[in-house]
């Protein structure tokens, strides 16, 4: 399934929650004129500049070889492989990962909760 369409729809979104923002409107205007909760408005402001461009999910899945870094899993039809970022937001080839939902979850688990041990399981993860 191609999703191009969907993504190019949610990225305008985004923009247009930053743009409202900074033009002074509040949190509850904003989410009123986008039919969402104010609490979905501000997790799309904070991941406003988190898009990535398809062709470059594309190219990480090609360089991953569709499988998960941890697990080898592959994808499954409803539990798509997800793009991780190591640091930051850099959408480089030497700050992506390529994992499963499980392993993504437990990545975030780590982040938050021990950053040796994260540090420790992205280098593991990384060609």
């Given at each position: 399934?191609?999703?191009?369409?969907?993504l190019?729809?949610?990225?305008?979104?985004?923009?247009?929650?930053?743009l409202?923002?900074e033009s002074?409107?509040?949190?509850?205007?904003?989410?009123?004129?986008?039919?969402?909760?104010?609490?979905?408005?501000?997790?799309m402001?904070?991941?406003?500049?988190n898009?990535?461009?398809?062709?470059?999910?594309?190219?990480v899945?090609?360089?991953?070889?569709?499988?998960?870094?941890?697990?080898?899993t592959?994808?499954?039809?409803?539990?798509?492989?997800?793009?991780?970022?190591?640091?930051?937001?850099?959408?480089?080839?030497?700050?992506?990962?390529?994992?499963?939902?499980?392993?993504?979850?437990?990545?975030?688990k780590?982040?938050?909760?021990?950053?040796?041990?994260?540090?420790?399981?992205i280098?593991?993860?990384?060609?």
């Amino acid at each position: 399934m191609d999703n191009t369409e969907y993504l190019k729809k949610r990225a305008a979104r985004y923009e247009r929650v930053v743009l409202l923002r900074e033009s002074g409107m509040k949190w509850k205007d904003i989410a009123k004129d986008l039919g969402v909760s104010v609490a979905r408005v501000q997790v799309m402001y904070i991941y406003s500049d988190n898009y990535m461009p398809n062709s470059m999910r594309e190219f990480v899945r090609d360089y991953y070889e569709n499988k998960c870094v941890f697990c080898s899993t592959r994808h499954i039809s409803g539990a798509p492989l997800h793009v991780h970022h190591k640091k930051g937001k850099e959408h480089e080839l030497k700050n992506l990962l390529l994992v499963c939902h499980i392993c993504h979850s437990f990545l975030h688990k780590l982040k938050h909760h021990d950053n040796e041990a994260y540090d420790f399981f992205i280098d593991k993860g990384s060609k």
